[in-house]
C-alpha cells in the first residue's frame, strides 16, 4: 500500500495564478483532511471531508476549495495565490473518528507564491 | 474550544539519557489524545495515542506517553534517547464523539539528542 499520496512535492506560484494539490489515499479511509503548517505555528486545518461527495470547512478555509469526487482523493484548489498561502500542505486521512482512530499524512507539498 | 500547548520550543538531551517532551491541553469531556513526529521534510508518522484505559500508553520506537487527567496533561517520554529521535514532536487533541473531527495540535517541539 502507498498510503497517503500527494502531488506535486514542489511548486511555486506567482500572485494571482491558480493551482489544484491532488491527494490520493488507497486505505479505504471515509475521512480525509487538508493542513498547512507554518513555522511555529503547528498544523491548522483548512478543509475537511466525512465521505465522498462532502466536505467541511476547517480551522483557516480562507482562500481555498476542495472536492470530494472519489473516495480515494481529495482536492485542494487554491483560485488566486496569495504569499499569505506559502505554506507546507499535508492532506491526511483516517477510517473514522469514533475510537479515536489516528490520521494518516501524506509527505506534503511545499508551495511558495511570490 | 480545544487547544494544545507545548511550553518547550526546543529540547536538547544527551544520548543514553531519558527525554521528555511536555504536553497539556484542554477540551470539553474525556479527550483523545496523539502524539506524532516529522522527521526533516517528511509528513507526520503516528506514535501513539490515549483513548481510554491504562494512563501510560506504550507507542512505537520504544516511546511512551502518560495521561494525567488532574493535570490536562500527555507527555511523551522515552528511558534512553538516541540521535535518530532527533526530530520534531507534535501533540494534539480530539473531543470525543463521532461528531468531532477536528485534530487541533501543538506548535510542535525540536528534540534534539546530542551524541
Known amino acids: 500500500n502507498a498510503g497517503v499520496t500527494q502531488t506535486p512535492k514542489f511548486r511555486v506560484l506567482k500572485t494571482g495564478q491558480s493551482m489544484t494539490l491532488l491527494c490520493a489515499q488507497d486505505?479505504?479511509?471515509?475521512?480525509m483532511y487538508w493542513y498547512r503548517q507554518d513555522p511555529g505555528m503547528g498544523l491548522r486545518l483548512i478543509h475537511y471531508s466525512v465521505g465522498e461527495g462532502t466536505t467541511a470547512k476547517g480551522e483557516v478555509p480562507d482562500g481555498y476549495n476542495v472536492s470530494r469526487l472519489k473516495k480515494q482523493n481529495f482536492l485542494l484548489g487554491l483560485e488566486s495565490a496569495a504569499p499569505s498561502q506559502t505554506s507546507v500542505y499535508f492532506c491526511a486521512s483516517s477510517l473514522g473518528t469514533s475510537s479515536g482512530n489516528e490520521q494518516f499524512f501524506g509527505p506534503g507539498t511545499r508551495l511558495t507564491v511570490l | 474550544a480545544q487547544s494544545v500547548a507545548q511550553p518547550e520550543d526546543q529540547v536538547n538531551v544527551a544520548e543514553g539519557n531519558p527525554l521528555t517532551v511536555k504536553c497539556t491541553y484542554s477540551?470539553?469531556?474525556?479527550?483523545?489524545l496523539f502524539w506524532y513526529v516529522q522527521y526533516p521534510n517528511r509528513g507526520l508518522q503516528f506514535l501513539l495515542k490515549y483513548i481510554t484505559g491504562d494512563n501510560l500508553v506504550k507507542g512505537s520506537y520504544g516511546f511512551e506517553a502518560e495521561f494525567n487527567k488532574s493535570q490536562t496533561s500527555f507527555h511523551l517520554k522515552k528511558p534512553s534517547a538516541l540521535v535518530s529521535d532527533s526530530a520534531l514532536y507534535f501533540c494534539a487533541v480530539r473531543a470525543p464523539g463521532a461528531g468531532s473531527y477536528q485534530l487541533t495540535f501543538g506548535k510542535g517541539t525540536k528534540l534534539s539528542v546530542i551524541p
Open positions: 486505505m479505504n479511509h471515509e475521512y
Open positions: 477540551v470539553s469531556g474525556n479527550p483523545y
